[in-house]
């Protein structure tokens, strides 16, 4: 049997980490690609003893949000 998960990644430290948000797993790698195999592979380890059952596919989107944050001013010429 397959089960569908969301993957949500970000580079943090020169590295890529991977997590399933519908569990809780995470795992990381030196590229996108091997972040989500070892997604994949810590989940299905997880899955095995803690099993699950989804009722739903959760719906991932994103959003925008206006801040605060102040940008860096570069000297003329630059």
Same mark, same amino acid.
């Given at each position: !049997? &397959? !089960?569908? &998960?969301?993957?949500?990644?970000?580079?943090?430290?020169?590295?890529?980490?991977?997590?399933?948000?519908?569990?809780?797993?995470?795992?990381?790698?030196?590229?996108?690609?091997?972040?989500?195999?070892?997604?994949?592979?810590?989940?299905?380890?997880?899955?095995?003893? &803690?099993?699950?059952?989804?009722?739903?596919?959760?719906? !991932?989107?994103?959003?925008?949000?206006?801040?605060? /944050?102040?940008?860096?001013?570069?000297?003329?010429? /630059?």
């Amino acid at each position: !049997m &397959f !089960m569908l &998960f969301s993957a949500v990644v970000h580079k943090e430290d020169g590295i890529y980490v991977a997590e399933c948000p519908e569990v809780g797993t995470a795992s990381q790698g030196k590229t996108i690609e091997e972040a989500l195999e070892n997604l994949k592979e810590a989940t299905e380890l997880y899955l095995e003893e &803690f099993p699950v059952e989804v009722k739903s596919k959760s719906l !991932m989107t994103t959003f925008e949000v206006k801040t605060h /944050a102040k940008t860096s001013k570069r000297p003329s010429g /630059a």
